[in-house]
């Protein structure tokens, strides 16, 4: 006990001089504060880090607290395990003495038991005695002897049961001599143990002690250590602090102007984007006003524009014609009679070149289609005519020119490759299709034939019947052909029965349809009437597709009879056509319909505000040249006949009939009717200055009136 005590007086000296220690520690720290207070920076930026070291001092400080409490905690530790070591050993000494007690109270009654042991050895000797004297007495000694017996039994009874104490108490002892030296090995052990806990906690104690002197030691030093750098510190931050100053300051400029201009943006861009704004719409308003200026320029430009193609239709007496020269083909043979005579302009589709007889004669018509020409091209020409009927106009479309130069090709077409009678329908439908949401429109198709001055009905049940040509009994003045048979269309396959019917009735009826053909003209008459459903304004219009007879002149030696009555009839109507195509454009007061079935038939497609093509087919081939100049001077005369003072003055020739047409033939232009030679003079031809000087004339009129 007394070297613990020592050694804890030893300690309490020890903790006493650190808390001296740390005492002076904590006086020098306040010395030093109070001398950083008497020299403070006035209005020093390093005060912040100042407070910042003031705070790691705190810090500092409140570690050595908490070491010092941790000392306090291990003094208080070491009175405690000195308390319990002092316990243990005052309990030990207990514990020794209740076992020398226990020890002393086993040997007492070890003795007792053996001095009884001893007693009972001494009894028997006694009793045998006894049963001696019983054995000589009376039976009164028997009976006495009996209960001497009894009670011998019950003593040797009792004998026995002491020796059995005697034994357990023999073992009893031995047991206690056991545990005896069981307790003492244990008191040995505990006393050993005790030896080892109390070097032990001397141990634990040195390092305890040792730990904290490391403790305060180490702490003071990182204390001084830390002050120390902290006093760099401040001093390095001191200086940085100048030579910060003045780059903070130009910072601090360069920062508030930034911050002025971030301020000023969104106002700058607003403003900017308003400008544009305001710029962008001032340029689509001025796109808009110049856009309306256009559009209305435009309109004035198209109002113009249509005023001036209806005075050319008008001037041109809505008569236009075309040519087309069709294909050199194995029917026209080899050598020299199937070579090409035609040729074109490639600046001018509607000039034309003939190379007759070594001579090249140009013909200017309103378009020339050349052999390469698609049925697709020709139409396209075409459709405009076409799709006025739908509007109320009567439109004629003839095709004129010798036999095989192409006419029913032209009109009628192939299967494969249709001409304009069924592209014409076809057109006719889908347009009145685009139509539908306001007008009913029927179509019908009627076709007819002249023959010998004879019309009749292609699609009737008596083809043979001749129709006659009435005027309507309404008083209209407008015709009409009692009997003539109307199919109403609606459909390709419609227009394709009515086309097969008429072929077929066309076939049987003529032994040869080439011949027939030829010498007949083959009319297509298709009729628009149109309903507004919502005014009730009702149009009328008919498109009538004529492929006319050929134009050669036949039997003009040696026909006789039927051949030749043909042959007159054929040219009585073409001149006829001529005539009243001439008088037409030419505008003159009486236009001589009645010459023939097929002008009077047309009549009212043919005057007022009707239109009419005629399309004059001819051959290239070198043998056809003749036939081919015939149709082409046909073609240029319907053309060239004008308005003005010069056609006023043709009016007082009659238009050339078709034999004038064959007589003047040879004399090209010396005739009386060659007043309405070609206007542009190309004809070269020997007396050509005549009509050169005829059109320069015209020219210098037209650019007056
Ligand atoms: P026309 O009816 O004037 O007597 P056709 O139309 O019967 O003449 O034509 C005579 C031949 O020439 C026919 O075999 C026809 O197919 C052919 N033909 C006419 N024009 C053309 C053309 N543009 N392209 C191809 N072949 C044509
Ligand atoms: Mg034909």
Request: charged share 30%; glycine share 6%.
């Amino acid at each position: 006990g007394t070297d613990a005590e020592k050694h804890r007086d030893l300690l309490a000296a020890e903790n006493e001089r650190l808390r001296q220690e740390m005492k002076a520690c904590e006086g020098e720290l306040r010395e030093l504060r109070r001398l950083q207070q008497q020299a403070p920076c006035r209005d020093c930026p390093h005060l912040q880090e100042n407070a910042g070291l003031q705070e790691q001092l705190s810090q500092l400080q409140r570690e050595a607290e908490e070491t010092r409490a941790k000392l306090v905690e291990l003094d208080l530790e070491v009175q405690q395990k000195t308390n319990r070591l002092a316990e243990v050993e005052l309990r030990l000494k207990d514990s020794l003495a209740e076992r020398a007690e226990e020890e002393e109270r086993l040997s007492r009654r070890l003795r007792d038991s053996q001095e009884t042991i001893a007693s009972l050895k001494s009894q028997p000797q006694q009793i045998k005695y006894i049963i001696k004297t019983v054995e000589v007495e009376s039976a009164k000694a028997k009976q006495a002897l009996c209960e001497t017996q009894s009670r011998n039994q019950y003593l040797q009874e009792q004998v026995g049961m002491q020796r059995q104490v005697l034994k357990e108490m023999e073992q009893q002892l031995q047991s206690s001599q056991k545990t005896e030296a069981q307790l003492r090995a244990q008191i040995m052990l505990y006393e050993a143990e005790l030896e080892r806990a109390h070097g032990q906690m001397l141990e634990e104690m040195q390092t305890m002690e040792e730990e904290k002197n490391r403790a305060i030691e180490e702490a003071f030093s990182r204390a001084q250590v830390e002050m120390k750098a902290v006093h760099e510190n401040l001093a390095g931050v001191r200086t940085n602090l100048l030579t910060l100053q003045p780059a903070l300051r130009t910072l601090t400029h360069d920062y508030n102007s930034l911050k002025r201009q971030v301020r000023d943006f969104p106002l700058l861009l607003q403003e900017t984007l308003r400008s544009a704004r305001a710029e962008i719409s001032q340029a689509i308003e001025e796109v808009h006003s110049t856009n309306r200026e256009l559009l209305r320029k435009y309109r004035r430009e198209l109002q113009l524009r249509k005023k001036c193609h209806n005075e050319l239709v008008r001037l041109k007496g809505n008569i236009r014609v075309f040519g087309r020269v069709r294909p050199i083909t194995k029917e026209d043979g080899e050598g020299p009679e199937a070579s090409n005579a035609v040729t074109f302009d490639t600046d001018d589709d509607a000039v034309l070149h003939l190379l007759h007889k070594g001579k090249q004669v140009s013909f200017e018509l309103d378009k020339v289609f050349p052999p390469q020409a698609s049925q697709e091209e020709v139409f396209q020409e075409v459709q405009a005519l076409v799709t006025s009927c739908i509007d109320g106009y009567n439109v004629c479309i003839f095709a004129y020119g010798q036999t095989g130069a192409g006419k029913t090709y032209t009109m009628e077409g192939t299967a494969a490759n249709p001409g304009i009678n069924q592209r014409a329908l076809q057109l006719l439908f889908s347009e009145v299709r685009g139509k539908a949401a306001d007008w009913d429109y029927a179509i019908t198709v009627s076709a007819a034939e002249i023959y010998n001055e004879s019309l009749r009905d292609l699609l009737g049940k008596e083809p043979q019947e001749k129709l006659e040509i009435k005027l309507c009994p309404d008083g209209s003045g407008q015709l009409y052909v009692p009997g003539l048979t109307e199919f109403r269309v609606q459909s390709v396959e419609d227009i394709n029965k009515v086309f097969e019917f008429g072929h077929v009735k066309r076939v049987t009826e003529c032994t040869n349809l080439n011949e027939h053909s030829s010498r007949s003209h083959a009319l297509l008459i298709i009729t628009v009437r149109g309903l507004d459903r919502s005014t009730g304004l009702r149009t009328t219009g008919k498109l009538n597709l004529v492929d006319l007879a050929g134009s050669e002149r036949v039997g003009r030696s040696g026909a006789e009879g039927s051949r030749l009555r043909e042959a007159q009839h054929i040219n009585k109507s073409l001149s006829a056509l001529g005539d009243v195509i001439y008088a037409l454009r030419s505008r003159q007061g009486h236009v001589p319909f009645r010459n023939s079935k097929l002008t009077y038939l047309l009549q009212d497609s043919l005057s007022g505000d009707s239109k009419t093509l005629m399309m004059v087919q001819v051959s290239p081939a070198e043998k056809n040249t003749s036939e081919t100049l015939c149709s082409l001077k046909f073609a240029e005369r319907v053309r060239s006949v004008e308005l003005g003072p010069v056609s006023r003055k043709a009016e007082l020739a009659s238009w050339p009939s078709q034999e004038q047409l064959e007589v003047t033939k040879g004399l090209l232009g010396d005739s009386p009717g060659s007043a309405a030679t070609p206007g542009r003079g190309h004809t070269s031809h020997s007396s050509g200055h005549l009509s050169s000087r005829s059109a320069s004339i015209r020219r210098k009129l037209q650019t007056s009136g």
